[in-house]
């Protein structure tokens, strides 16, 4: 896949700076973030915000398709747009049909993803390269699933000590 790295963080410049970096983003862009195992995704909506399929991106219990702001999204990992030149769906179009799923809550690690949601809204039919590499290529499957057992007892630690110190 063909992606372009962006820099997400203000560091060495100035606020004007980083959040015009946003606007330069195209309308309907693939977003792509790199987590341990695994890659997260989303559609850049305008005004540095950002519709996805939550999924576990942010906890062990699965989200919701949700807007979001660019920075949480990306949740300080490296950020990239993905080419898609054969996209059926572009600009104010993918925008409208992301949109269209905000609020829904049927995630399925392997057959609805964020990269299936993503893909439908870019190219009209859910799919995700990452489960096909992960089916025809088995190493690579459980060293993701390892990552995400792992992002998950973190997330579950981090979870229970926080509120452990609310108690």
Known sequence: MNTNPLQTNSEGRDSHEAATSTIDLPIGAHLVTQRPGYEHHGIYVGNGRVVHYAGFAGSAHRGPVEEVELSRFAAGHPL?????????????????R?????????????????????????????????????????????LALVCLVKAFVESSTKGAHGAAQLA
């Open 80 to 96: 990239s747009v993905r080419s898609t030149p054969c996209a059926r769906y572009v600009g104010e179009e993918a925008v409208r």
């Open 98 to 142: 992301a949109r269209s799923r905000l609020g829904e809550n049927h995630y399925r690690l392997l057959t609805n993803n964020c990269e299936h949601f993503c893909a439908w809204c870019l190219l009209g039919e859910s799919r995700s390269e990452q489960v096909h590499c992960c089916l025809r290529h088995p190493r690579a499957g459980v």
